[in-house]
């Protein structure tokens, strides 16, 4: 029997995913679930959706043949530069499609969880689009460590509610935005970041993703005469721009994917998010997956030197690939990434993302044949981590 790796009909990936919620959270998602096929299929909705990543995010994003890296590996490597998009991200993709299911079930007010603030910053952008009013729930450690997101989150108009509970950090931010949901059934649209949390949430974040890899086939095709690459590498935090990146081509058995995830200071130590390598199936975010635990179920600080890889946990879509084995897991240390990152600047005058910087860093990892096709999902621009890079470049040393 072919192995599916598509949901099925009670939101689960094989043994994973689903929709473990507190029972009075219940109308909230089942109104979710009733309704978003209908609206992700309706043609006026494809219509709005499709003209605003277009004229307002700027799709499609380039596919951009990097010639010097392609000569340095000895493959033809091409980066999806999502980097490119408004608010520098992937995340739009997400947000957008998320607000405007909002207004297609009539709600007033958006509410959102963020930890290192680039979710928050988007869905504040889209909310400032439609004239929404936005809620924030952020952990106050996180406020206090990504003040430039908060200023931006309340330049667009957003108000940032602190998480004072815990660790005061993602996972807590998360509680405070499900309970403030739980009191507002009726007018509140909860906007997930990831493809995380419980069904149908995942598919639908994987769905609004998508549009990368629907891309990357059209302009493959432009480019080489076929539509499929021999590779595609994506970074995971939670697995939404992996989502996209991987979405079409899951079912061609030619194409590997690759997902880098975060080593931290190494998978052995104790300071590393790499939930797929190290993780135990639990149940977080109303969903189960694989995560990092305790023996007793208490959920692990993650470590990573970039914020958006920072999750204990990872969507259910990509446990199960990584189960299957249809999804090829490297865990990249938080050294490796850097230097990757460095070598993108000075290679093809391209400042990544942390994040994507782990994606570019599983480079090192696979023994390429020349006319390999290889796509590099660029999730993102670099300009936040500035203060990382300029930090970390080896002393005294120009890059
Ligand atoms: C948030 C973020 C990520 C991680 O999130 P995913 O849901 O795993 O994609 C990766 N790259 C960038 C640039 C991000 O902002």
Not at 153 to 162: C, D, H, K, T
Not at 224 to 244: F, K
Not at 379 to 392: A, I, M, N, P
């Amino acid at each position: 029997m072919k192995t599916q790796y598509h949901i099925n009909d009670k939101g689960f990936y094989g043994d994973f995913g689903g929709a473990y919620i507190p029972e009075l959270l219940h109308s909230n998602v089942e109104e979710l679930l009733q309704n978003y096929k209908t609206v992700l299929n309706d043609d006026k909705f494809k219509e709005e959706l499709k003209t605003l990543l277009r004229d307002y995010v700027g799709r499609p994003s380039p596919l951009y043949y990097s010639n010097r890296l392609s000569q340095k590996y000895g493959a033809q490597i091409y980066l999806k530069r999502e980097d490119l998009n408004h608010t520098g991200a992937h995340k739009i993709n997400n947000t957008i499609g998320q607000i405007l299911l909002a207004k297609h079930l009539n709600k007033k007010r958006i509410i959102a969880e963020t930890g290192a603030g680039q979710h928050g910053v988007a869905t504040a952008t889209v909310c400032a689009l439609l004239g929404l009013p936005c809620i924030v729930y952020m952990g106050e450690t996180d406020i206090k460590r990504q003040a430039p997101n908060v200023e931006k989150m309340r330049l667009l108009g957003a108000e940032v509610r602190p998480a004072l509970s815990g660790s005061k950090t993602l996972k807590d931010a998360t509680n405070e935005a499900i309970r403030d949901w739980i009191n507002n059934p009726e007018d509140t649209y909860y906007i997930i970041g990831s493809v995380v949390g419980p069904h149908p949430y995942p598919d639908m974040v994987a769905q609004f993703q998508s549009v990368i890899s629907e891309e990357i086939k059209q302009q493959l095709k432009e480019k080489t005469g076929n539509e499929n690459p021999d590779y595609v590498i994506a970074c995971i935090g939670g697995g939404s721009n992996a989502a996209g990146a991987f979405y079409h081509f899951i079912d061609e058995p030619s194409v590997k994917l690759i997902a880098a995830e975060a080593a931290g200071k190494g998978i052995d130590t104790n300071h590393t998010a790499a939930s797929i390598s190290i993780g135990t199936t639990g149940i977080i975010h109303g969903s189960k997956t694989l995560m990092m635990q305790t023996s007793d179920g208490q959920i692990v600080e993650p470590y990573s030197i970039s914020a958006g890889l920072d999750y204990p946990g990872v969507g259910p879509m990509h446990a199960h690939l990584a189960e299957t084995g249809r999804v090829k897991v490297i865990a990249i240390t938080d050294s490796d990434a850097l230097s990757a990152g460095y070598e993108l600047c000075k290679l093809e005058g391209i400042i990544p993302a942390l994040e994507s910087a782990h994606a570019l860093a599983c480079l090192n990892h696979i023994s390429f044949k020349e006319d390999d096709v290889v796509v590099i999902n660029l999730s993102g621009r670099g300009d936040k981590d500035l203060e990382t890079y300029t930090k970390h470049l080896p002393h005294g040393k120009q890059n």
